[in-house]
């Protein structure tokens, strides 16, 4: 006899879902002893990726941000050429001499852009840890003074909030004038209020917690409540904040270099490189693999950011 | 024209990528109609060029696309035949000039008209004139030291002070386009600084030419149409006119794909890659791209050095720099452009020494020393990108032992430093106000160019002689070998160094005749015609 | 007062409004990281704000709103001012031309008919208060009064803005909630993986590559501009051609508008629409665990019902709190876009106004979009009120 | 008597990347016309799951097994539309939390009478009418200006009424209902468990009642059945299981009730137990994090 309460469960069975993220809070909120086997070591080293790296999507994202970390550290001594020489002919397609082809002053495309990945990714690392820094030590003060003080740096961070991103680190590139470093001064102009926003409110947040009133009570300074008792509670949302960063500075600056007001030639930076491709979109070449690279590397950070986020604060995906 | 209306019926639908896809795979035929026949039998071209243009009021534009505009809404007294730039021929009026080329009487031709119907007057002519002189706009250095005399009806008398044999060329620009002096006055026109006809004048056009303007958006696109009224003799063949401002990469989209029958911006490497159905008039622009090397030593010891100047001569591979220009271009031989009387020869032109640069640059004590080349990144002369062109100059200055940073800034905030004379090195560009030579005698020492290089009034004076010369001798033969003395001393003692003239592209369909390249308005927009 | 102060800023507490490419990641991981830290997890803060809220309350709220509102926009002049006056070089040589620039008394006249003779404050003072009187000044690029040009790129603008928003929106929940309703699985890791290629996509690259491909290459769309040349703009009206020919009933410069609207559209919306997708998901995953949900479905609802009139209703404050960041940010991406497919817009516009030092021109897009941030986070807040009643006054 | 939903070997398990975890192991119930089945048990027992299973509202990796029978059919053995037309219709539920389990932004009104429109395809007057009627039996007054009105402009007390309000709307023959007065105060507690009896007594309704708190249990249920780990390790009449308990799961749950020891045997017990509070800290908000864990 067929076992009709069965066959929904096989039916079911079927499209049980991969493993997911998901599963992984569940569980800990079931009763321990139902938890079968033990497990096993290559397990545990398993559990302790991030989970939403847990899937061959993820270990792809993790790979490419590796391996471009690791081009940031290396890349020029593996270039096969000086991403500067203009020795090649000019506009070579991908091939042997140049396996990625020589742009319009006939260097080479694969050094420039193994070159470009130190001058993006390194500035996109400057760029969030500086406006996590100003950010969050903004958003410390607001939370914790309060009345005037915090009302101020709000009200100023509104001010840039509302500001038109672009236009505004536009203008403040065209002011300072074109460079690398000043294009993450102007991008950094426009980066840290949210930072400023997250950590005041929860320094607000927490501020209403007992412990933090009961610190006080106790006669505990302003500055050793902050350092004690706000602080450690702010650094895991703000590194998840700063993980999701990373590609968007990436954009923002190569987007700035490729509005002229970044990197200045011949500096191998991928905004620009697509940005001089334009003029010579026949040779797909020339703007379809810095486009990638900068797609590669934002997707990438992106991901890792994303399951940084997934695991630190399981309450977002919370089940 | 092509018809649009099979593809926009199949894009209507389209919200995203999906059906965007879908809609592609319907077939992709019937899209190109012939040049110039859209459905209705009127006939429509489009030209693709990058927009550079405040105004086409004649008496204030001084942008090449306001050229381009002003050229086909007013006719001008003189001008020059579309396949010729040396020779000045009569429009509007006639002239005759005294011996010493101070005096000069133009006689209005008979039986033109505005494109109101009114006749043209000897009034209308002065009044343009003056006009032009009077609002100290960007144009009225043209006609600095003229005095314009009215004679009688068909009559009027331009005197200067000092012999002007360019003067004739400088009437037949299109600054010097005569507006209907009536019209203009009753909507606030004068002759003063007062004037406040722009903001007409960009609505309206109020002179003679072939085409009158229906729509300009300075942003986007201008569109003219036919002078019904016009009776010169350049007849216009197409009924509509449509000039619009696109990107040089687009433009060349356009022209391929036959969205566009002309295209003006493009460079010379994409002209190289230009498909077979597209043809191409490529000539040596009249632009000349030069380096400027500051001889003031307040900014900067080295480059004031004259061993400087001769290391960045000798060190600059013309060859290498006319590989990055693509078609069309040539090494500049001198600063007077190849297509101007007194231009030199290629023997004359500046050489590529290697050995020599790198002696010259150890003596000047530039070796280990970092120098900064400043250049506007905002802008194309005639396509040629500066930046590309920067970056192969630093590099070709590096191998003889002169290093030097890229400044690149946008045109706006560089022309500052540029007019100011502090830039230490200075890539630039000079496009000819008119065609004659003596524009180019700015470079001189003191001259309002040669400053900017801090090359002030005494710094030489055989130079500063030929100079005085260039303004005032009139004989051509005498003026060809003013010039080409001139040119030769600057090739050897300026701190300038002519590097090339971009290729002039203009990309047109087959369906196009009558594509001429100018120097000064590019293309007659009247004179094209259909093959 | 703090606890008025928080809903004031409540719209904002996403955080960034963003930026060039996509910048979008910021705002979604943002909010979603800000909603997770706030210890008391409250719906893009809406459980938090006023349940007990007096009509009088309610008029010194949006008083006070109203108020912080032009001081921002003060506070956005002043920046920009003192930006551009930052800039090194001379607007007046840019602005006159070369020639007429050697004419010293041509200069001094500009200067002075631009005020540029006076000292910086009281250039500031005029500008001010000429700003009071809804004069926003003459641009010296293009001669025009900046609230003209504006006028004429602004509907350009919002053409594609509003065109990939509605776009965006549609396909954002739709996407969004099919990925929450199959959390963990195939459908959801695609789509999560779609999503955040799309919002990885640094715009201007994009922009190049569809325009290449479907126009140059396979020729499906149209060329760059609004319109195919030759086709007159419609009578203007809104100053957006597509609605503009509607009303004026030209069938065929709708569709020659709609065709040339297609490619640009396609490219923010791919850009928001990854943005919308990431965020609706979170919402509508927090939501589809309420009770409320189950309970809707113990009542035996059909899905399309639960989805809309339960599942929908719950995620909508957080989603258009976003949408509002959204919509914001792409007036930004446009700066990218525009000049890509010779848009004659306000990304040009601010783009050659920043470039030529047109100091008028910048400070008036800016002002403009700063006032369009403030009305969404305004309209987004009282649309809070309509959605959710508790934050409804005088209940 | 032939009960109205019988519960038959339901086995349920979730799948993780660990395998099958257990959930419910062999459960059989069974609740009649006009009784109250009571299912009580620790958080994390599976009690709240069983009541989710009937109307198919298990968490979505779950593998089930067994028979859940009513009017003939098989439950598990249906779904999309025809689980439909039971849930709402032919069985009611009522959850924990009534300030969670109704829409915050849909009035009363609306809450009360779409599914009402949906299974009785009847006017939207006559779901009104029907939805005052309602609201009038489970002693909510205010007529039809209250189903203009928000859940949170009721007391705790009044939303749950409504929610019960909500799940008998279609005049279903069972009702589940999850800890229904668990996150009201005690002092309505009393109320609500009045108005669930009665209404077993009047409409002859099905009740199967789970709940964590023995003295609730106590005050309305006709049959108790205490789960463990999925098990149901004891069921039987109310005065049975409480007067002599036969598992010793049992008899150190009811040793947790204070001064309970011997047993409740009437309602009357109840006075004396109602005030007590919760056994341990969170255990309130457990019924909420099994629910959710699932």
Redesign the interface.
Known sequence: MTNPGQAKAQAKAQTKAQQCPQAQAQESAQPRAQMANRRSLTRRIWRLIPPGLRQPLGIVAALIALTWLVICLVGPSIAPYDPLAQDLPRFTPPGSVAWLGTDELGRDLLSRILAGARVTIGLSLLLVCLSMLIGSLLGLLAGFFGRWVGETIMRFTDLVLAFPTVILAMVTAAALGASLFNAVLAALVVSWPPYARVVRSIVMGLRENEFVASGRLLGFSSVRSMRVDILPNTVGPVLVMASLDIGTAALLLSGLSFLGLGAKPPTPEWGSMVSSAVAHFDKWWLGVFPGLAILTVVIAFNFIGDALRDALDPGVEKS | MISPKNKMFRLTGALGAAALLLSGCADNGNEDGAAGEPGDGATQIVVDTTFDIKTIDPAREYEPTGQILVKALYDTLLTFADDDTTTVIPDLATFESNSDQTEFTLTMTEGRVFSDGAPITADDAVFSLQRLQGLEGNPSFLLAGVQVEKVDEMTLKLVTDVPSPSLPAVLATPSCGIVNSKLVQENGGSTSATDSAEEFLNETSAGSGPYILEKLDTASEAILVKNDKYNGPQKPTYDTVILRNTEPATQKMNVERGDSQVALGLSGDMVDSLADNVNVESVPSATVVFLLINADSAISEITASSEFVRAVKNGINYDGLLEIAGRGAAQATGLVPSVFLGALGSADALKYDAAAARTAAEASGAVGQKLTLSFPNDIDPTGLNLTTLAERIQSQLSQVGIEVDLAPAPFATEIDAYRDGKEQIGLWYWNPDYMDPANYLAFGPGQSVGLRAGWPEGSNPAIEALVSQGYTTGDLDARRTVFENWGKAMNADSPFVPLLQPGSNVAYQPSVSGVYYNPVWLINVAGLGIA | MSHMDDAATASFAAGPVTDLAGSGGQVADAAEASSAARPVSDVAGSSGRGTRRSHGQLWRYIGKRLLIAVGLLFGMTLVTFSLTNLVPGDPVAAALGQRAADNPETVARFRAEYGLDKSLPAQYAAYVSRLVRLDLGVSWQTHHPVSEDLAKAVPATMEIAFGAIICAVILGIILGAWSAYRRGRITDQVLRLVSLVGISLPTFWTAIVCFYAFYYRLGWAPGSGRLTPGVMAPPKVTGMYTIDALLAGEWRTFVDASAHLVLPTLVLTLYTVGLLTRFSRTSILEVLDQDYVRAAKAKGLPGRTVFLRYILRGAAVPILTMVGLAFGSLLSGTVLVESIFGWPGLGSYAYQAASKLDLLAVMGVGLFVGLVYLCINLLVDLAYGVIDPRVRIGQ | MKPVLAIE???LG??????L???LDHVCLEVGRGQVQGLAGES?SGKTITG?VV?G?EP????????IWMDGN?L??ITG?S???????R???V???PS???????TVG?QLT??VR??LRVSKTEAMDRAVRMLDRVGVAGGRATLQR?P??FSGGQRQRI?IA??LACDPSVL?ADEPTTALDVTVQAGVLNLIRELVDSLGLAVLFITHDLGVMSAVADNVAIMR?GRIVENGPRQAVFASPQHAYTRELLAALPGARGGLKSRADLARIMPLAPDEPGQTMAPA??????
């Open positions: 070997d339901l086995c979730i799948r993780n990347e660990d395998g975890k257990p959930i994390g989710l109307t509202l979505a990796k779950s593998e089930v097994s067994g028979h098989d598990l053995q539309s689980l439909n037309a039971i849930r709402g219709r069985v009611g539920t959850f924990q939390d969670t389990s109704l829409h915050p932004q849909l609306a779409d599914h949906y299974h928000y949170h402009e929610a909500a799940a589940i780990q994090s099994e629910a959710g864990a699932v």
